[in-house]
């Protein structure tokens, strides 16, 4: 199936040293709708995140992936794990702030807030971006995960939908069902769904160890109806 979007590149506003920033833009045939982050696993803005956002244009909404790793990427999971635990969380805040921005920028983006999801990694970051910036409304938390990400829930002013799997041995149930109660417990309105018989990484169709077809469809149902009832 043929790419629906198209590289970009934009700077952060906070920080004129950091250079320039890179991502992948999707946009709906339509040519317009609801703005939507996409955030990475611990691999990089790889081919799966892409086609993320290409699903989610297909769908009606306007899809950016901000390339958190700065142009690399890797599939070594000894690999990957080092460079999550590398990523510098205070500049990887300045451009998620700057790739909200940027999407809110756009002629096709419909509405003043956006939603954000993320996998893995980029759950966790899902999360983080809107503690630090109102202008997300809606967050999606594929069963997330950073050790150096704390959460200032206080900030939180988006609606959460938790999407996590029974046999993770990354996020167990326990640990989503603990960040559930956080989030209830700060206010936030929240909807968590643990998948039976399934594990860490049953979205990722590019990963057919991990990838769960049925538990996925279901999931991305959920998915679709948050988005669409939250920035409608």
């Known amino acids: 199936m043929s790419r629906m979007g198209r590289d970009v590149k934009f700077s952060s506003l906070e920080d004129a040293a950091a250079g320039e920033l890179a ?3 999707a946009v ?19 081919d799966h995140i892409r086609d993320v956002c290409d699903r989610l244009a297909r769908e009606g909404f306007v899809a950016l992936a901000p390339d958190l790793y700065r142009g690399t990427s890797t599939t070594e999971p000894s690999e990957a794990e080092r460079r999550m635990m590398d ?5 990887a805040g300045a451009d998620l702030d700057a790739a909200v921005s940027l999407l809110l920028s756009q002629d096709e983006a419909v509405g003043a807030r956006i939603g954000c999801i993320g996998f893995c990694m980029g759950g966790q970051l899902a999360l983080f971006a809107a503690t630090r910036n109102a202008r997300i409304g809606a967050v999606v ?4 995960i950073h050790p150096n990400v704390t959460l200032d829930l206080s900030h939180l002013r988006a609606s959460v939908l938790g999407v996590f799997a029974e046999n993770d041995d990354f996020v167990p149930p326990a640990a989503a069902h603990r960040l559930e109660a956080e989030l209830r417990e700060a206010g936030v309105p929240v909807h968590f769904k643990v998948h039976v018989g399934v594990g860490h990484a049953f979205l990722n169709d590019s990963r057919p160890e991990a990838y769960d077809a049925a538990s996925a469809r279901e999931a991305w149902n959920d998915i679709l109806a948050f988005l669409r009832a939250e920035l409608a």
Do not use: F, T
Request: a negative charge; hydrophobic letters at 40%.
């Open 28 to 46: 709906p045939a339509s040519g317009r709708g609801p703005a939507v982050l996409v955030l990475q696993e611990w691999w990089g803005l790889v």
């Open 141 to 144: 938390d594929c069963y997330g």
């Open 23 to 25: 991502g992948y833009l």
């Open 87 to 91: 990523l510098d969380i205070p500049r």
